[in-house]
């Protein structure tokens, strides 16, 4: 079993510490992720992951896993560190310079510390190639921290200096192969964002520094974000910047976002001049044709509190939440105190513990509003009271819902209750599990 | 299902590429990693860790990580990033400064790659504190990438400059309560060497430039090794350095062996340079007295292929096994493979799928003979080979077992023969699933 009163949560009511003056906190998320223990600024734009938002984002990642390895991509490490003139070949290091955190080592070779990976995996592709097109398409994915020397780091984790990131690249033979892949990693970035329940807009991209010829940009609409996108109201159309939706012909509606992901087709601006080559069925090697998927995995959990979330408390998709339920026992003391002590907990505990990830409310010294009140704040995807009616026969338990969205009244519920109530979640959970 | 053909991983037979000279591969684990794909070396000391290295990881990582949660440590994620003024503080960053990787933000402040993070976990606790003695014993971990400017990189994963470790931190009121931590962990590191089946020895060391009271080295006896211990042959007491066995007073014998883990009582060397306090019963705020862990994952990895592996075949413990079955399907063109193409192969992953991690290998251009070899060489615990006896009635298969100091002649069973041989590793799998 588990227990509240065991994590190591530093809930703080007003930022006192030197380090968190008032004025740098600029976004529900970044508030709420402090406030509440989840998250503490180390430095500037870096972050400690506190056991609540390690677990949100141990799930995240399971998720991402899930949803990148169904299209097909298998898991790669590569170094945090780059060599720079990997960046110097393909003429990046110029061109974004300014925001690399850079190390030299004890015999002065300079490296990077990689924001991205599209040098690094096309070097390693050039390393072992060059492949045969039987081995293509080929996608390669990473989980990893990346770094990014932000002027202004801001918003928390929205815009912090290391960041945890998934991203993955594709190796293919010409552009219908990455456009099958591109179809293929978009319906897994769809599939994660329904999972997380999350409005997301995929919107047309110019390429940018990046290169290539196709991009699209992954955009979450929330008033905190520094992006802005025009959505339209009839046909949920979106795009970067247009005042008439492209599809309908409908007028759009700007509304502020934030951007959790990015894909582009690369064409050869990386195998090119790194050598990135593979051997087509006839003739001499060929620069590999590539394809890139960024998600910003820290960034789109704090951006799923702030499209979600209250300024008071916190919403998360029900996927991520680091508990989906607690459950807060009697006050000591009170009559059900002295009648049950903590049977009625356990015996919920044990009877829900195989479908929901649950702990315990053990803060006995609390009165019951207490808890709860914290409990919505934290926003448990379910909340179990066992208060004054465990005492009835059957004892009863009071049932709070913490969902985006939802305002659902308190339900008093036999214990026979809770467990249909939360069936339907258990069994989603279970195919989900499979369909994996 | 999972296929052999669709894997990456670029095995080469001779290191022909200039980043890797011959001179340069000193031990097997190293050879083995790289001849069969699983490794690549991207400069000297970093490495890129292909899919099959992944998946290992991944399962050790899961196996630490359920044995120091069942010892109640509880995850975070600290930046890599440690400011350089936490380490002068404590006076480390004169210490150890030739071996730190550091960085320069564009605002001139300098940070460090941190090799670890004693100084990181006292300010966090110093800033989140001063911490009550009721949330005492506070044990906090992490798993990510260390940092470590090596003068001479060597021997692959067991000396790289980027490696993933395990380091707990333990925060206590006193040096009772630290001890009766220090057991707990202990407890956890001896749990997890035994799941992977390694000899390990605990030997008292000296606590070095980490400071503290208390200090164990967990080594591994392997050939490669850097360091070296002396094992008395008659109780398995081992130390650094005696000619002579303390427990019993016979002669000891001198082995080569690798450090894999490391535990510290650290007493207040971190905490009181960096005023991380405790509130004690009575009386003012005193400073933590500290303990830490650690384990080095990819080091401990590529230890257990230097202690299990021939020169020319990998042996890992079966928990951390990138596959746990290989499926070899019938030559194409055979007469098995005019009968029944790849039914067989099907039907025998569909029966040992839920308790193996099985994968088919498909590639039917090659012959059995030489996916035997390769299969072999690469360690798959079990392989599963669908030959000319799958014409028989019933059908039969040849199972070879790769397990380290096994040398088991290859069986010829039934499919139910099979799963009975099987049983008893998927019963082993749920429990261990339960008890974690």
């Known amino acids: ?107 002065k070779k300079e490296y990077l510390l990689a924001p991205t990976h599209e040098e690094a995996i096309a070097d390693l592709l050039a390393d072992v190639g060059p492949l045969s097109y039987k081995q293509l398409p080929l996608v390669l994915y990473q989980i990893n921290n990346k770094y990014r020397d932000e002027h202004r780091p801001k918003h928390g984790l929205l815009r912090a200096r290391e960041f945890t990131m998934l991203d993955a690249y594709g190796a293919h033979r010409d552009t219908g ?30 390429t940018g520094d990046m290169g290539g010829t196709l991009s699209h940009e992954w955009q979450v609409p929330a008033s905190a974000g520094e992006d802005a996108i025009s959505v339209c109201p009839s046909c949920s159309h979106a795009a970067l910047d247009s005042t008439e ?108 513990a195989q479908a929901q990830d649950a702990v315990i409310d053990d803060r006995h010294q609390l009165t019951i509003g207490k808890r709860l009140m914290m409990a919505d704040r934290l926003g448990y995807p379910t909340i179990v009271v066992c208060g004054r009616a465990v005492l009835e026969i059957p004892p009863r338990y009071e049932v709070h819902r913490c969902l985006p969205g939802s305002s659902q009244e308190p339900a008093l519920v036999t214990l026979e209750g809770l467990i249909d109530m939360l069936e339907g979640e258990g069994r989603e959970k279970v195919l989900e599990v499979n369909k994996a």
């Open 177 to 206: 192969c990455a456009e099958t892949v591109y179809e293929d990693m978009t319906t897994a970035y769809t599939r994660l964002f329904e999972r997380l329940q999350l409005p997301v807009y995929r919107v047309p991209a110019p």
């Open 245 to 352: 939706c492209a599809r309908c012909g409908k007028e759009t509606e700007r509304v502020n976002s934030i951007e959790v992901g990015h894909t582009f087709i690369l064409g050869t601006r990386y195998s090119g001049p790194l050598k990135a080559n593979y051997i087509p069925p006839s003739g001499p090697p060929q620069p590999l044709i590539m394809s890139c998927y960024g998600i910003g995995i820290t960034r789109l959990l704090a951006a799923s509190l702030e499209a979600l979330s209250s300024e008071k408390s916190m919403r998360w998709p029900r996927a991520i939440a680091p508990y989906s339920a607690v459950i807060i026992g009697p006050k000591e003391g009170s009559k059900e105190w002295q009648h049950h002590g903590e049977d009625r907990v356990h015996e919920v505990y044990k009877r829900i």
């Open 1 to 107: 079993m588990r227990y509240v009163s065991q994590i190591f949560q530093p809930v703080i009511t007003i930022p006192k510490n030197a380090k968190v003056k008032n004025t740098d906190i600029t976004c529900k998320s970044q508030k709420l992720l402090l406030e509440c223990g989840l998250v503490r600024p180390t430095s500037s734009g870096f972050f400690a992951l506190l056991p609540l938002a390690r677990r949100a984002l141990d799930k995240l990642e399971t998720l991402v896993k899930t949803c990148v390895e169904a299209a097909g991509a298998q898991r790669v490490t590569l170094p945090a560190l780059t060599a720079a003139q990997l960046w110097e070949t393909t003429g990046r290091l110029a061109d974004v310079g300014s925001e690399l955190l850079t190390v030299e080592d004890r015999h």
